[in-house]
């Protein structure tokens, strides 16, 4: 497992060179503990596998937990810069955005990772038919996510229960609170205009 740091970043992620092979590529945008990123990552030892994480104590944790996982690499970064900036162009098979931070307060909503922004830096990085899987116990950010979703010219709105996922953390918790989680699936079905 190799954490990587976005400082010393001065070109694009090259997977094949990362990876040591090359393979379809997920990305878990915000992988917080690793626990979701480590058991896919299990499940599907032929595909890459990278966490991007703003929290250097998560990167310590996911670190520790992937040790000993060939296929899983870490990346302490802000999410959107390193969608932006350090993926290249049609290069993930799949982005995954689960339970992200709601902001659920008015005053504080701006500061949302799911913008119209954030969807064309997805869309630049996957490759077509790509998917972004999302997840939300909040139902008031769900249909933002919805909303902006369907007014994207590069997605559409695909079957969100055509795979059974690991949980995350804050899912385990929020079934056993009794929360809904509401889930939407983008496929990219053109690209970037």
């Known amino acids: 497992m190799i954490e990587l740091m976005p400082e010393l970043q001065v070109a694009?992620?090259?997977?094949?060179?990362?990876?040591?092979?090359?393979?379809?590529?997920?990305?878990?945008?915000g992988c917080g503990d690793g626990s979701f990123l480590c058991e896919l990552a299990k499940q599907f030892p032929r595909k890459n596998f990278l966490g991007i994480e703003r929290l250097t104590k998560r990167v310590e944790k996911v670190r520790r937990k992937a040790q000993k996982i060939e296929n899983v690499r870490v990346l302490r970064a802000d999410t959107l810069f390193a969608v932006r900036h350090l993926l290249s162009e049609s290069s993930v098979e799949a982005f995954y955005l689960l339970f992200p931070d709601p902001w659920p307060k008015r005053r504080h909503q701006f500061r949302r990772i799911f913008t119209r922004d954030f969807l064309d830096a997805i869309a630049a990085a996957l490759e077509k038919h790509g998917?972004?899987?999302?997840?939300?116990?909040?139902?008031?950010?769900?249909?933002?996510?919805?909303?902006?979703?369907?007014?994207h010219s590069c997605f559409e709105i695909a079957d969100s229960h055509e795979l059974v996922l690991p949980l995350t953390k804050f899912e385990r918790t929020f079934r056993e609170?009794?929360?809904?989680?509401?889930?939407?699936?983008?496929?990219?079905?053109?690209?970037?205009?």
Do not use: C, H, M, N
């Not at 899987?133 to 007014?151: K, P």
């Not at 809904?180 to 690209?191: F, V």
């Open 177 to 193: 609170q009794g929360a809904p989680i509401y889930r939407l699936t983008l496929r990219k079905t053109s690209p970037v205009r």
């Open 12 to 29: 694009r992620l090259d997977g094949a060179q990362l990876f040591g092979r090359s393979a379809p590529l997920q990305v878990d945008l």
């Open 131 to 151: 998917v972004l899987r999302v997840a939300t116990d909040q139902l008031d950010y769900f249909r933002q996510i919805e909303w902006l979703s369907r007014a």
